[in-house]
C-alpha cells in the first residue's frame, strides 16, 4: 500500500533541491545534506511523525527563502547607496 503522504514528501524534496542551487556553500554540498536527512528518515512510516519531518521542511524551505531574500537586499544596498563613513 502506498502511502498517500509520498507526494507531499517528493514535493517537498524536489523544492529543496530547486532552492539549494543558490546555497551559499554550493549546490552538491545541499544535495549531499539533503539526501542523508531524507535517507535518515526513509524508514519512518507513522503519519503524524512523517506530518512532523514534512513541517519541518517547510519550516528550512522558509529559512532558505530568507537568507536569499537577505543576500539579494545586501548586494542591493551595497551597489545603490554610498557608505555613509565613507563619502
Do not use: W
Amino acid at each position: 500500500m502506498a502511502n498517500p503522504l509520498r507526494g507531499e514528501v517528493v514535493r517537498l524534496y524536489k523544492n529543496l533541491l530547486f532552492l539549494g542551487r543558490e546555497y551559499p556553500k554550493g549546490e552538491s554540498y545541499f544535495k549531499e545534506r539533503l539526501k542523508k536527512a531524507f535517507m535518515k528518515n526513509r524508514d519512518v512510516k507513522d503519519p503524524e511523525k512523517i506530518k512532523e519531518l514534512i513541517g519541518r521542511g517547510e519550516f528550512v524551505i522558509k529559512e532558505l527563502e530568507a537568507l536569499y531574500y537577505l543576500r539579494k537586499y545586501r548586494a542591493m544596498k551595497q551597489r545603490y547607496y554610498e557608505d555613509k563613513d565613507n563619502p
